[in-house]
């Protein structure tokens, strides 16, 4: 990662702030441009002992000289630090990315009171493991090299993606965003299906984590379509054939359609409620 980047502010030190800054700093980035402001005092403390961030009194202190500011709020708090911070806010204003769930452009916007260049983002948990999957939408103020420059901080956290309107981040929620929740319910129903048939507990969880393992690296790594290479594993007549055959009668990828669908839709029912916060 380029050493030139410019001071990132975190407001915010929760899981998505020091997933962020882990990957910043194992990528060469010097972490006394990272400073951070949490009024959870013991959080600020070991995000300065793990990384050797700076750590401000305050989340006005923390923007000072900031060319980068990551707002990692809970959504609940959002309208009360922005309005907070838009005092403090220089002219012109730096870079913001939101990875505040659910809270939208016009409501960040709103509450700042001005326009922004702003980046709104849609992480997951795997970006604690800076392998996540992360959707990103630019406002409309935001400038091509600000649009770089997000994409360099998040892909912090793992893949990032540009989406062409805001709205599809509702979708990215329900897919990315869920998305993990999804693997891990499939991951449970398989270790439990073993154990019933008759392996160990530990044998079962091994197995199911490695085979999910070594599948999404088989995905991403080969050139064939997940369809594609479901075919190569399911030979005619053998066993795979008869077990997809018993998630097809029983609608499987009809129920996941179901389920990508209200969350989609419950995604966009909860940036509404934040929204009239404004």
Known sequence: MSQTLPRIAFIGGGNMARALIAGLVADGHDPARL?????DVDKCAQLAAAYAVGIAADNAAAIADAGVVVLC???QRAAA???????????PPPLLISVMAGVTEAAITGWFGRPLPLVRAMPNTPAMVQSGAIGLHAGATTTPVQRNLAEEVLRAGGLTRWVTTEAELDIVTALSGSGPAYFFYLMEALEQAAVEQGLEVATARLLTIQTALGAARMAVECDDTPAQLRAWVTSPGGTTERAIAILDEAGVATLLGRAVAAARQRAHEL???IAEER
């Open 271 to 273: 940036s509404t409620l």
């Open 81 to 91: 630090v922005c309005r907070g911070l838009a005092m403090a806010l220089p002219t």
């Open 35 to 39: 400073i951070v402001a949490d009024p």
């Open 73 to 75: 709020v809970k959504p």
